[in-house]
């Protein structure tokens, strides 16, 4: 079974940085979708599902609009884990984040990933 664990959620003023983990287990499947898309979404209350950053097959990434020059998703393939490292935090960064797993291209749309983590929690003040 697939469980997509992420961690390093939590509480910072605005300004703050904060760097989140995604864990993939459940070798035969992480190992697939490891190789191939791998994003981080992020719903906050009352708004939809965004896609914030994925990164692809040949490690080609891509960040939102919305956190360019902030955020960078980078990926330890050797550890099966994913991060998404979060500088100069705004107040509107505060919502759920989502780590996911998906097909060889990378999309933005949250349909198109078919593993999804517990969510790790963040909150800028």
Known sequence: HVQLVESGGGSVQAGGSLRLSCVASGFTYAR???????????QAPGKEREGVANIDIDGSTRVADSVKGRFTISADNAKNTLYLQMNSLK??????????AGLPRCTWFHSDFGY?????????S
């Open 116 to 124: 999804w983590g517990q969510g790790t929690q963040v909150t800028v």
């Open 32 to 42: 697939y979708y490891t190789r191939y898309c791998m994003a981080w979404f992020r």
């Open 91 to 100: 107040p509107e960064d505060t919502a759920m984040y989502y780590c996911a």
